[in-house]
């Protein structure tokens, strides 16, 4: 059986703990009490019009569904260890939003939170924008669909990601990542890549100085590539641009080709480098 809480206010601390079988309509954590972590523990609750605005909320909840909840920027660290989860059409603020979790499903939510997505494991985001200073550190099995992402430190030490109709306004993004597919996006930033292990991008728009160096097994297919200079230094990488390239540097090994290039630097390698560059015949 069922519990149903609606339309009531919570302040206190662990004001729901351990709460389960529970649905909650049109409820309030806020209020002079302060009180931090009201669904610790929680298994099985649903919250549909829901407004947060304490600390710890949904820490270690597990089989949770959230529908138009509001997080405001005062719930602070809002959802750590938690499992199994499904957040649609509502927006999340405050620092630390998401850590440590695992199998979470975002769909048409608004997210704001500087550190966002840390440490977990198998989160999917799809129609979403995303506000996030670093999001994503050091987190695995990734899937983003139609998300606009607005960040600078974005997906570093990620593994086993896959993002497809996005864009992406990031710098330094996918540093030290491994296993990543990008398809059909655009991935604005300078920087980009560094040191990535198996990075593919299909279809992609890449717009930034400086990207793609130091990486291994690096894929570009029928990829764009605008304001991009001193691009690929010691990297092994396979791609094929449509367009130019401005200028490419000293790249490891495999093979370069683009319609134009403005401009190759073969200059002091500390590394052998032998990669192949083409301009493709018309």
């Not at 029928?222 to 200079?229: K, L, P, Y």
């Not at 641009?241 to 390698?269: C, F, L, Q």
């Amino acid at each position: 059986m069922r519990t149903g809480i609606e339309q009531q206010t919570f302040d206190e601390e662990r004001a729901l703990y351990h709460a389960e079988h529970t649905d909650l309509l049109s409820v309030t954590f806020a209020g002079p009490a302060d009180g931090e972590s009201a669904l610790k523990e929680a298994h099985d609750v649903t919250l549909t019009d829901c407004a947060f605005s304490l600390r710890y909320p949904l820490w270690h909840t597990t089989d949770f569904k959230l529908e138009r909840c509001a997080m405001d920027e005062s719930t602070r660290a809002a959802i750590w260890y938690a499992k199994n989860g499904e957040i649609r059409n509502s927006t999340l603020g405050g620092i630390k939003a998401v850590r440590a979790c695992e199998n979470i499903r975002f769909a048409g939510c608004k997210i704001e939170s500087p550190e966002f997505g840390w440490k977990s494991q198998n989160l999917s985001l799809e129609d979403t924008v995303l506000t996030a200073e670093y999001p994503f550190l050091d987190s695995c099995d990734l899937r983003l669909q139609n998300v606009e992402l607005h960040g600078k430190y974005s997906f570093q030490y990620t593994e086993n990601v896959k993002i497809e109709n996005c864009n992406l306004d990031t710098k330094d993004a996918f540093w030290h990542s491994k296993n990543v597919t990008v398809t059909d996006s655009v991935l604005k930033g300078e920087y980009l890549g560094w040191y990535a292990e198996n990075l593919t991008l299909i279809r992609c728009k890449i717009i930034g100085t400086q990207p793609l160096c130091y990486c291994e097994n690096l894929r570009l297919c029928d990829c764009e590539m605008i304001d991009c200079d001193l691009s690929f230094e010691y990297s092994d990488v396979t791609a094929d641009i449509r367009g130019g390239i401005d200028s490419v540097k000293n790249p490891k090994s495999g093979r370069i080709t683009a319609d134009e290039i403005g401009e190759i630097i073969k200059e002091n390698p500390v590394i052998p480098c032998s990669a192949e560059i083409r301009v493709r015949q018309h």
